[in-house]
Antibody, heavy 122, light 107 residues
Framework: EAQLLESGGGLVQTGGSLRLPCAASGFTFSSYGMSWVRQAPGKGLEWVSAISASGGSTYYADSVRGRFTISRDNSKDTLYLQMNSLRDEDTAVYYC???????????????WGQGTMVTVSS | DIQMTQSPSSLSASVGDRVTITCRASQGISNYLAWFQQKPGKAPKSLIY???SLQSGVPSKFSGSGSGTDFTLTISSLQPEDFATYYC?????????FGGGTKVEIK
């Protein structure tokens, strides 16, 4: 069974940085694209970023482009989200999600992690 | 960006009711439309992809239809475990976008 486990969330000051890992298991991680989706408290879902299976293609929402970096280590079956210059509005639960395809083309999500909470506050 | 508009934003229904949720895209997205269910404090669960295909393990009481700009999610006979918030998502182009959600509550 495919599983995703996020970690690394916590309280960080405005302007600070945080890196979120997402450990994958139960599937061939290197064959699938991956993504991050976030949800602010009491709000809906917002797509953040995606990466192809090889890591060669990356995509970002305008709200995070230039501040967040998605990456992956296929030798460790782990996805990352490096978040810099954090703002109060980045406060959210961050989910990693598996894409059903490895190409990096726009896709939906077939497996989700349980999420990790990031709180940005001055 | 493609805007996804769900209606209604919330609804009250009884166990056994047939429920329909609508999702409209601001431009044509072919059938690149997915539906998710989310319960409080939990991660979203994938229900439907390609507008009408059920994810593995999803019961057949859920069905999806539509193409182009107008889509629907139908729950044929609402059960207590179906009370949740439902989201649509387009994957025709980046950025990927979600509808605002429809909260299904117990009447």
């Amino acid at each position: 069974e495919a599983q995703l486990l996020e970690s690394g969330g916590g309280l960080v000051q405005t302007g600070g940085s945080l890196r979120l890992p997402c450990a994958a298991s139960g599937f061939t991680f290197s064959s699938y694209g991956m993504s991050w989706v976030r949800q602010a408290p009491g709000k809906g879902l917002e797509w953040v970023s995606a990466i192809s299976a090889s890591g060669g293609s990356t995509y970002y929402a305008d709200s995070v482009r230039g501040r967040f970096t998605i990456s992956r280590d296929n030798s460790k079956d782990t996805l990352y989200l490096q978040m810099n210059s954090l703002r109060d509005e980045d406060t959210a639960v961050y989910y990693c999600a598996k894409l059903p395809d490895g190409s990096g083309r726009p896709e939906t999500f077939d497996v989700w992690g349980q999420g990790t909470m990031v709180t940005v506050s001055s | 960006d493609i805007q996804m508009t769900q209606s209604p934003s919330s609804l009250s229904a009884s166990v056994g009711d047939r429920v329909t949720i609508t999702c409209r895209a601001s431009q044509g997205i072919s059938n690149y439309l997915a539906w998710f269910q989310q319960k409080p404090g939990k991660a979203p669960k994938s229900l439907i992809y390609a507008a009408s295909s059920l994810q593995s393990g999803v019961p057949s009481k859920f069905s999806g239809s539509g193409s182009g700009t107008d889509f629907t999610l139908t729950i044929s006979s609402l059960q207590p475990e179906d009370f949740a918030t439902y989201y649509c998502q387009q994957y025709n182009t980046y950025p990927l976008t979600f509808g605002g959600g429809t909260k299904v509550e117990i009447k």
